[in-house]
Structures are given as structure tokens and as C-alpha cells.
């Protein structure tokens, strides 16, 4: 059975970098989509990035594009997400997440998060000075 353990996280200042880290046991990555989500204190949980079971398509929303990167490494069993100039608005409990049919909603940009069947612990990120 699939178990994602995330780690990274933490508190930046504003500008800074941070990447987290979500490594998959007891499976393989392979096949999967693979997604970020992520919720803010009194809101609700939002995906945020996703990339294809093949890895070869990435999505992002507006929020974060061209700010972060998702990137997978079948081999190492790995998901990153790279967080490049954060902001306190990315202040944020963040969730990698795992699902075997969701490639359509990857390259429609869309999360359904019914649709993940698998989910790591959250770690938590602040952004603050």
C-alpha cells in the first residue's frame, strides 16, 4: 500500500526558497499523478500543482506559476516541489498527494482532491519576516 512522507517545510522570509520533499513506500510513484496541495489558516484546501503519471506534463496555478516547480523522480520514489520567492501568502500547511486516474484533471489544471487517494502528513511552510 502506497504512504507518502513529506519533509521540508519550514519558516522563510519573504523572497526566500524552500523545497519539500514527499518520498512514497510500500509502491512505486509510477503511474501515478501526483499533486500539491495546500491550506491556509481559515481556508480551505487548494491544489496547487500537479504533474502527469509519465511526468511529462506540469500544471500550476496562478498563484505560484513561475515561482515553483514540481518535479518527480521515479527512480528515488521522490516528489518535489521547489518554492522560489515566497511571500506570506504561501503561508500554508502543504500536502503532497497520490491518485491513479487524475491525468485528465492534470492537464486541465484542475484538483479534485476526491480523486487522490493517497496523502501525506502536511508540513507546515511560513513566510514571514
Known amino acids: 500500500q502506497l504512504r507518502l512522507v513529506q519533509s521540508g517545510g519550514g519558516l522563510v522570509q519573504p523572497g526566500g526558497s524552500l523545497r519539500l520533499s514527499c518520498s512514497a513506500s510500500?509502491?512505486?510513484?509510477?503511474?501515478?499523478?501526483l499533486g500539491w496541495f495546500r491550506q491556509a489558516p481559515g481556508k480551505e484546501r487548494e491544489g496547487i500543482s500537479c504533474?502527469?503519471?509519465?511526468?511529462?506534463?506540469?500544471s500550476f496555478v496562478d498563484s505560484v506559476k513561475a515561482r515553483f516547480m514540481i518535479t518527480r523522480d521515479n527512480v528515488a520514489n521522490t516528489l518535489y516541489l521547489q518554492m522560489n520567492n515566497l511571500n506570506p501568502d504561501d503561508t500554508a500547511v502543504y500536502f503532497c498527494?497520490?491518485?491513479?486516474?487524475?491525468?485528465?484533471?492534470?492537464?486541465?489544471?484542475?484538483?479534485?482532491?476526491?480523486?487522490?487517494?493517497?496523502w501525506g502528513q502536511g508540513t507546515q511552510v511560513t513566510v514571514s519576516s
Open positions: 498527494a497520490a491518485a491513479q486516474f487524475a491525468d485528465v484533471w492534470c492537464y486541465a489544471n484542475k484538483y479534485p482532491a476526491s480523486d487522490y487517494e493517497t
Open positions: 504533474i502527469t503519471s509519465n511526468g511529462g506534463q506540469t
Open positions: 510500500g509502491s512505486t510513484l509510477t503511474g501515478y499523478t
